[in-house]
């Protein structure tokens, strides 16, 4: 079975604050692969990043950067300095194996000015 | 540009209407997805396909169908609607490569009255 949690449902903070969205996956494979993605009040999903099982560097991109750690499953996503624009609910997703994209519950982020 | 367009934004169907909501996209991707979105219930696969005129079944495919007659389009159908399918509804495309990043579109936002 593949699962993913994001524990937080609702994030608030106020505007240059930084920002970390923790996701947990459960898998039993060796090859997987996990995903950001951001959805705006307009409803769209942006895709924001994707990282193969083994490949555990950090990622960073602007005041986004990622935090991939296979000793505790988790994939954590950090904005720094947050903004307004910000705003959006983000998911985290994983495909083990030849599988379906398997999607967090989402966490609702919140950035006041 | 990965671009992935939906027919429209916005729909309202009575119950027990066939309802057709059609996708397409520009990026030659042999995979295309269904999914609805529902408040706590995050993401949910309907149905995808991985080449023309194929299609398989996700996890809640009751009540739909799919139609892939053009690598570009993916239409899916409800055949008689009911209020329980009011979600909105969003469509996704990604290379056939294992674990690859999907893309997704606008989303339709159905209502069924």
């Known amino acids: 079975a593949q699962k993913v949690t994001q524990a937080q449902t609702e994030i608030s903070v106020v505007e240059k604050e930084d920002v970390t969205l923790d996701c947990v996956y459960e898998t039993r494979d060796t090859t997987y692969y996990l995903f950001w993605y951001k959805q705006p009040p307009s409803g769209e999903l942006v895709f924001l990043i994707r990282r193969n099982s083994f490949d555990e560097q950090n990622e960073i991109s602007g005041r986004y950067s990622w935090n991939f750690q296979k000793s505790t499953s988790s994939f954590n996503f950090t904005i720094t300095a947050s903004q307004v624009v910000d705003s959006a609910v983000y998911f985290c997703a994983l495909i083990q194996g030849g599988g379906d994209m398997r999607f967090g519950a989402g966490t609702r982020l919140t950035v006041k000015p | 540009d990965v671009k992935v367009t939906q027919s429209s934004r916005y729909l309202v169907k009575r119950t027990g209407e066939k309802v057709f909501l059609e996708c397409v996209q520009d990026?030659?991707?042999?995979?295309m997805f269904w999914y609805r979105q529902d408040p706590g219930l995050g993401l949910r696969l309907i149905y995808f396909s991985y080449d023309v005129k194929m299609k398989e079944k996700g996890d809640i495919p009751e009540g739909y169908s799919v139609s892939r007659e053009k690598k570009e389009r993916f239409s899916l159908i409800l055949e008689s609607a009911s209020t329980n399918q009011t979600s909105m509804y969003l469509c996704a495309s990604s290379r056939r490569d294992r674990g690859r990043e999907q893309y997704f579109g606008p989303g339709t936002r159905l209502t069924v009255t």
């Open positions: 990026m030659d991707h042999e995979n």
